[in-house]
């Protein structure tokens, strides 16, 4: 495995990142696994090398995290490993339950602190963004979560590139802690990144952290066979929504060709293209079974030259001309 480092930070991290939305409650989502079937694949990703594990409150209600602490702890001791969570999505009915207050920041990192067993978070970021949000507010509150010591970096995900400008502006401004890392959906069917966001974290050394680096399984398989559907695949309204333009399956087809000709398959060669583009730090990707965290470690040593490269890059059609 190898160790990059984070952003402009002193953190090294694994050139993979392990996402846990496949943990937690099968109540929540079907697909998902309980505990028990989580321990072998958690256990396999830390023999891997993989030391950067990104959960969120809202995956399962909470469960995903108390699945990922108890096992990682289980496994290793906590200063070898990096724990990421998020916050923002509602974790209830009520008014204050989601977003970006101070009042909720605060009640969500405690939870979330209790749900991972762990004194502190290595990389707390926002989640679904909210375009009302106060920004100063949420610089101040994330700012004084690094000074309690219950957060040891600050991340975001998927927000628009002028209001990450502003919040990079805002912290600096006030002199608190930075925002060193951005999530964002960036694979071979979903490029918008490309426009203004990945540019920006490369000028400011912000660390990308893509995540659906496979869109979210569509392009591990051709989802136009009923035998290659998965439980996951049959159920996800987002990627029906997202995934299945004509272009998207012209994509596909670009990589299962590079992929056979390879020996490979389309998993390894999707997760090989995103991990090779420039500014990206270290893909998120899900796994449920050993074998996405084998073909995962071997994406690692496939490059492409330039016509492999333009002809899967070729058939993408832009989302918002």
């Known amino acids: 495995m190898e160790y990059v480092r984070f952003g402009k930070s002193n953190l090294k991290v694994s050139k993979l990142s392990f996402g846990a939305m496949g943990f937690g409650s099968k109540k929540w989502r079907e697909w998902v696994l309980n505990r028990s079937e989580s321990r072998p694949i958690i256990k396999k990703a830390l023999d891997s090398g993989i030391n950067f594990f990104d959960t969120c409150d809202f995956y399962s209600i909470g469960e995903s995290e108390k699945i990922l602490g108890k096992i990682l702890l289980d496994c290793v001791p906590r200063d070898e490993v990096i724990i990421a969570t998020k916050v923002g999505n509602p974790m209830g009915s009520y008014p204050n339950a989601g977003g970006f ?24 970021q926002t989640h679904i963004w909210q375009p009302d949000t106060e920004l100063e507010e949420l610089v101040d509150s994330f700012g004084d979560l690094v000074k309690s010591g219950k ?3 600050l991340g ?4 628009p590139s002028w209001t990450f400008s502003k919040l990079i502006q805002n912290a600096e401004r006030k002199s608190s802690s930075p925002f ?19 540019p920006l974290c490369r000028a400011e050394g912000i660390a990308l952290i893509p995540f659906s680096p496979l869109a979210r399984g569509f392009l591990c398989a051709d989802r136009r066979s009923h035998k290659k559907k998965t439980l996951r695949t049959k159920s ?8 299945y333009r004509d272009s998207d399956f012209l994509v596909f087809e670009a990589v299962k060709a590079i992929a056979d000709r390879r020996n490979l398959n389309a998993a390894q060669i999707s997760l090989a293209w995103v991990l090779q583009q420039s500014g990206v730090t270290s893909p998120i990707f899900g796994a449920t079974k050993i074998k996405h965290i084998e073909d995962a470690v071997k994406a690692l040593s496939v490059h492409f030259d330039d016509s492999e490269r333009a002809a899967l890059e070729a058939a993408y059609e832009s989302r918002f001309p």
């Open 101 to 124: 207050s101070r009042k909720h920041i605060f009640d969500a990192v405690d939870a979330s602190l209790k749900r991972l067993n762990t004194e502190y978070i290595d990389l707390y």
């Open 151 to 153: 957060v040891r970096y």
């Open 156 to 159: 975001v995900t998927t927000l």
């Open 180 to 198: 060193i890392s951005m999530q964002c959906e960036y694979n071979l069917c979903h490029r918008e990144a490309e426009r203004e966001l990945i």
């Open 236 to 243: 996800d309204s987002y990627t029906h929504q997202y995934y």
